[in-house]
């Protein structure tokens, strides 16, 4: 899959948050397995308040799916792998034809 074919997840983080820099080690497990379909970046923001505006996050951590220039599904505060792994099914993978 081309690299602009994939979604985009963003992880707003900031070094004076214990809860983000648990879940480093998880994004980047999810990086990794789903490397096909998704591009994880992080923005601190604390070095990028403005993107965390322009994403209406107030609380770090946060995920934001981007599909499409759009954001599609958000997550506040510290999640767990099963939580990150459920939004992102609903997302990246193809729904079966009823």
Request: aromatic residues 4%; glycine residues 4%; proline residues 6%.
């Amino acid at each position: 899959m081309p690299d602009d074919a994939r979604s985009l997840l963003v992880f707003f983080t900031s070094r004076r948050s214990g809860p983000a820099r648990r879940m480093e080690s998880l994004l980047a497990h999810i990086a990794r397995k789903e490397r096909d379909k998704l591009a994880v970046k992080r923005v601190d923001v604390d070095e990028r308040p403005d993107l965390a505006q322009r994403f209406n996050v107030s609380e770090v951590p946060a995920l934001a799916l981007v599909q499409g220039k759009r954001v599609v599904a958000t997550l506040e505060g510290r999640a767990t792998a099963p939580t990150i792994e459920s939004m992102l099914d609903s997302h990246l993978r193809p729904t079966a034809a009823a």
